[in-house]
């Protein structure tokens, strides 16, 4: 089973999308930054900055939006979506 990072690695556009888009309709602060620092991290191939935003306790809930949203604010098939949230479930994030 591939990680979440696997999976950010192997649709960096996917989840810079949705967590953009996410970062639009959230009304905290603090998830809009987080949101953006993952987009921008996964943009510019910061791994270290993206392993360090998704293992946050504290963004753990509004990243559990994005990779729920995948399958709405992204071109990926919903099987590949639900390939995703099932490593997400259980726990395979790095």
């Known amino acids: 089973m591939k990680t979440l990072l696997e999976y950010i690695k192997l649709y960096p556009e996917s989840f810079i ?8 309709t959230t009304p905290s602060q603090q998830n809009r930054t987080n949101h953006l620092f993952l987009a ?19 963004y753990q809930s509004p990243l559990d ?7 709405d604010f992204s071109n990926l098939p919903h099987d590949v979506c639900v390939g995703i949230y099932e490593s997400w479930v259980e726990g395979y994030i790095l």
């Open 17 to 24: 999308a949705t967590a953009t888009r996410r970062s639009q």
């Open 40 to 58: 921008e991290s996964i943009s510019s191939k910061k791994w270290d900055y993206v392993e360090s935003i998704i293992t946050m306790p504290e």
């Open 65 to 71: 939006g994005v990779v729920v949203c995948l399958n």
